[in-house]
C-alpha cells in the first residue's frame, strides 16, 4: 500500500521502520481530520489494517491516542502534556501572553504568535474579537513563510543560505497578490530587516493585511514572531507598525534579549538581479 502524504518518509530512505510506522499513525491526524476511526488511519498512514490496529492498541494505552464511545480515536492529553514542554510552545506562550493581550487591547483586532519549522509558520497563539476580520487561522496552524507577515519577519531572519533555497523554490499562491516573484520577495525580505517589521498585503485573503516583528531570544536570535491582522480597507499601517514592534520588544525582553548587549547578527543578503547585476531599484 502507498502511503499517503501525511506518513512522515523513512529518514534512511528504505523500508519504513517500526518508529516510522508508529509516527505515521500519529501524522494521519491534523486540523481537518482531528477524529479518524481505524480504518481512516490504516489508509492515511499508508498502513494495513492489520498493523495499524496493533500501533493504535499501543499508542492509546500509553496515552497518545483516546477512543470514544463511537470507536473513534482522537489524540490524547499524554500528547498535550509532552509538547507542553517544548520550549517553542507553552512556555514561549505563556511568556507572551501579557503582551499579546497589551496588543489586542490597543487594537481589538487579531494577535497571533507564531515560530518557524521548516519552511512554514507554526502559530502557537492567536487571540481575537467577534468583530475582528476573518483569518484562516489557529493555533497548530501552518502556512508557508512567504504568504503571511509571521512568516516574512521569521523568514526575514533565517539563514541566508535557507533564505536563498528558499525563495528559488515553489511560492505558493492564495490570493493575486501573494508573493510568487523571487526577486520581488528578496526585496521584501531585506524591507523587513530594514525596518524591523514585515508587511503581508492580501497574500492569504483579499480582504486583510498582517503587520508583523520578530521577537528575539537570549542570544539575540530570532525565535518567532508576533502580528496584528487587520481588515484591508481600515489598516493603518503606520500606527501599526509601533505597536506590534512594542510587543515583539517586550516578549523578547522577557525571553532575556537585551539590545544593548551583543546579538547575533545575520549578514544582510545582496540584492541583485537574476543575472547577478545588483538591482537598484
Known amino acids: 500500500m502507498t502511503a499517503l502524504p501525511h ?89 507572551a501572553l501579557p503582551y499579546l493581550e497589551d496588543l489586542y487591547e490597543a487594537t481589538h483586532e487579531n494577535v497571533q504568535l507564531a515560530v518557524r519549522d521548516g519552511g512554514e509558520v507554526v502559530y502557537t497563539e492567536w487571540l481575537a474579537a467577534r468583530s475582528s476580520v476573518g483569518v484562516h487561522i489557529r493555533v497548530g496552524a501552518r502556512w508557508p513563510l512567504h504568504a503571511t507577515g509571521v512568516g516574512l519577519a521569521l523568514l526575514a531572519h533565517g539563514e541566508p543560505g535557507f533564505q536563498e533555497a528558499y525563495r528559488t523554490g515553489p511560492l505558493a499562491s492564495f490570493t493575486p497578490y501573494t508573493i510568487t516573484d523571487p526577486v520581488r520577495l528578496r526585496r521584501v525580505l531585506a524591507e523587513v530587516r530594514r525596518t524591523g517589521a514585515a508587511v503581508s498585503d492580501r497574500q492569504i485573503t483579499d480582504d486583510a493585511l498582517s503587520v508583523a516583528a520578530p521577537v528575539h531570544g537570549r542570544d539575540g536570535a530570532v525565535t518567532a514572531a508576533v502580528s496584528v491582522v487587520v481588515p484591508y480597507a481600515d489598516a493603518q499601517v503606520p500606527t501599526l507598525v509601533p505597536a506590534v514592534r512594542l510587543a515583539a520588544r517586550g516578549i523578547s525582553r522577557a525571553l532575556g534579549w537585551r539590545p544593548e548587549g551583543p546579538a547575533r547578527r545575520l549578514p544582510d543578503i545582496p540584492l541583485t538581479g537574476e543575472d547577478g547585476v545588483p538591482d537598484t531599484s
Open 7 to 95: 506518513s512522515p518518509p523513512s529518514p534512511h530512505g528504505g523500508t519504513p521502520t517500526a518508529s516510522d510506522r508508529l509516527l505515521s499513525v500519529l501524522a494521519a491526524f491534523d486540523h481537518a481530520h482531528p477524529a479518524l476511526s481505524l480504518t481512516d488511519i490504516s489508509r492515511r498512514a499508508g498502513l494495513s489494517l492489520t498493523t495499524a490496529h496493533r500501533l493504535v492498541g499501543a499508542l492509546t494505552r500509553w496515552g497518545a491516542l483516546e477512543r470514544d464511545g463511537s470507536g473513534v480515536y482522537h489524540v490524547g492529553l499524554r500528547l498535550w502534556e509532552v509538547a507542553a514542554l517544548a520550549p517553542r510552545g507553552l512556555a514561549l506562550r505563556q511568556v
